[in-house]
């Protein structure tokens, strides 16, 4: 089973994102997300997007697990 992680988009650039911890991870065409929303990624591949309050919302649920 793949678990994809939120992560914060910094910067859009043409068929990437620059995300939080610096990393720029691949988008594919039929992923529409703007600067602030969240990333669903798995390795180096940005698999869905998220709204704002969803990412804060996975996140703050992955991080009362530990």
């Known amino acids: ?18 995300i939080e911890g610096g990393k720029i991870v691949r988008l594919g065409r039929e992923i529409k997300v703007k600067k602030d929303e969240y990333l669903r990624i798995i390795g180096n591949m940005a ?8 990412g804060v919302k996975i996140r703050r649920l ?5």
Do not use: D, W
């Open 47 to 54: 698999v869905g997007s998220l709204s704002k309050k969803e």
């Open 1 to 18: 089973m793949c678990f994809a992680i939120p992560y914060k988009v910094l910067k859009i650039r043409q068929g990437s994102a620059l």
């Open 62 to 66: 992955i991080k009362s697990l530990n």
